[in-house]
């Protein structure tokens, strides 16, 4: 955000139709979304779980800004139909925007707190950056990490690292 866009980057989601696109993957609560079996399962991941972040930051934005640029959850999931199986989507909320998102698009700031969801906090855009710090300065200590939870992801940190040629910002 401090260069004034959002883009794609890193290894993450190699195989995400958006990012083959060139895109940003965001997710899509407008007339266009739908409910599908099973997208329950995606909700711990998009507040901040798979990241190990503390908080997680939903940026709203304001679709007319966007329009040439936007293909919303409808016409993504139809672009992916039309012949690009192969690559990953969330079909139903899904959408894209093809290259960099300007942060002049952003209409929004939604912060909420990964361990406990109740709290959260709103910010108008001008002040996002000081918003989200002040927000996570202001949150209790994080419970401790469960024993199980931590040799889990010390496993899967160890495996990344012995079995990874690619440097963390590369996908194949």
Known sequence: MQDGEIRSFGERYCNSLCK??????????????????????????????????????????????????????????????????????IPGVEACHRGPIPTTAFAGILCVDQFNRSIFRTSAVADA??????FEATLPPAPPENPLAAARRRGKEE??????????????
């Open 129 to 134: 950056i000081d918003g989200i710090a002040t």
């Open 20 to 89: 083959k696109l060139g895109g940003v993957s965001l997710m899509d609560f407008g007339p266009s979304a739908s409910d599908r079996p099973g997208q329950v399962q995606n909700w711990m991941g998009w507040f901040g779980h798979q990241q190990q972040c503390r908080i997680a930051v939903w940026i709203e934005i304001n679709r007319i800004a966007v329009s040439d640029r936007l293909l919303d959850a409808k016409a993504f999931h139809a672009h992916w139909a039309d012949g690009n199986y192969g690559t990953q989507i």
């Open 159 to 172: 495996a990344k690292r012995t079995h990874s040629n690619k440097r963390p910002d590369e996908c194949s």
